[in-house]
């Protein structure tokens, strides 16, 4: 899987709700690059999903994508 599908699948879990902090305010386009930034931060493993605190759906959602072992 190629750098940006990964940063991709990983924003679309921010915007989901599954981890990260969604920003409320701004457009639509404000909101994506926030979490843009985000998941290359977290596909840099500067930061990191806490597998404890997903919810059911967010843990089969980064197992379904490779995100968490």
Do not use: P, R
């Not at 930034?37 to 059911?56: G, H, P």
């Amino acid at each position: 899987m190629s750098k940006q599908i990964k940063i991709d699948i990983i924003a679309q879990g921010i915007m989901a709700g599954y981890y990260g902090s969604k920003q409320n305010a701004g457009t639509e386009f404000q909101k994506w690059t926030y979490a843009v930034l985000q998941a290359m931060e977290i596909y840099k493993q500067d930061m990191i999903i806490n597998v404890e605190s997903l919810s059911n759906e967010a843990y089969h959602y980064c197992k379904n994508n490779n995100l968490i072992q």
